[in-house]
């Protein structure tokens, strides 16, 4: 894997792949509004999920989720407020809303994924 882009996509591709599989129905993939951005959101039978995907080369120092600091959290928060306002009527009835990290690490023609629902709670929405 070389070059930031190229791996980031690869990642978001590995966890749609992931998410697919577990039954979720991929609603957007990076999503802009301005300034806000989010990786990957989908629909399954538990809610709505907003997840940010992290990917990594092996060998890597520190997990990639740990990449999700407070800032990231807000970020995400700020983006999935403003895609929910703006796609209300497209998204139906209340929905649970859950806000997701995927960490994805390439290890030569290996891949590991950890997926974690419900990674952060920010503080409004």
Not at 45 to 73: C, L, M, W, Y
Not at 85 to 111: C, H, M, P, T, Y
Request: charged share 25%; aromatic share 8%; glycine share 10%.
């Amino acid at each position: 894997m070389n070059g930031k882009g190229k791996l980031g996509k690869a990642g978001e591709d590995e966890a749609c792949k992931f998410l697919i599989s577990n039954g979720h129905t991929i609603l957007d993939r990076n999503w802009r509004c301005g300034h806000l951005e989010i990786d990957i959101i989908s629909l399954a039978p538990d809610g709505i999920h907003f997840a940010e995907v992290k990917s990594r080369t092996a060998p890597v120092q520190g997990e990639p989720e740990d990449a999700v600091n407070a800032a990231k959290q807000r970020h995400v928060a700020n983006a999935a407020r403003r895609y929910i306002a703006l796609n209300r009527s497209k998204l139906g009835a209340e929905l649970e809303i859950w806000f997701d990290v995927a960490s994805v690490v390439f290890d030569g023609g290996d891949v590991r994924i950890n997926y974690f629902p419900g990674a952060f709670v920010p503080i409004y929405i």
